[in-house]
């Protein structure tokens, strides 16, 4: 390739990093994913994962293997930019048809 330059992450400025960092992180929201999704699609969750940063996780354990749930909070550029003071959205994570997986925001009523 003529003319073309390979950039390293330490030739970045951080200064770069530190902005991407303040706008994804009013990006927050919340989801479940199953203990029984874990074992049974593994590959699904670590697609979903691979499309946020968490930031906090706890494990429901109700002591039966398909109602264990882990409840997650993240931000991840799927999620809607929240104004200052907004609570925090649940997500759904749901597979389209070309297999990729995108959070839609859950409606409470």
């Known amino acids: 390739m003529t003319g073309a330059t390979q950039v390293t992450d330490q030739e970045i400025p951080v200064k770069i990093h530190s902005l991407r960092w303040n706008s994804l992180r009013s990006r927050g929201g919340r989801f479940k994913i199953a203990q029984k999704m874990l074992v049974d699609d593994a590959d699904a969750?670590?697609?979903?994962?691979?499309?946020?940063?968490?930031?906090?996780?706890e494990h429901r354990c109700e002591h039966r293997f398909d109602t264990d749930i882990?409840?997650?909070?993240?931000?991840?550029?799927?999620?809607?930019?929240?104004?200052?003071?907004?609570?925090?959205?649940?997500?759904?994570w749901?597979?389209?048809?070309?297999?990729?997986?995108?959070?839609?925001?859950?409606v409470t009523a």
């Open 45 to 57: 969750v670590l697609a979903i994962m691979g499309q946020c940063i968490v930031t906090r996780c």
């Open 70 to 92: 882990f409840d997650y909070r993240a931000v991840s550029w799927q999620f809607s930019e929240l104004a200052e003071g907004h609570l925090i959205p649940e997500y759904v």
């Open 94 to 106: 749901e597979k389209n048809d070309d297999g990729d997986w995108t959070a839609r925001e859950q």
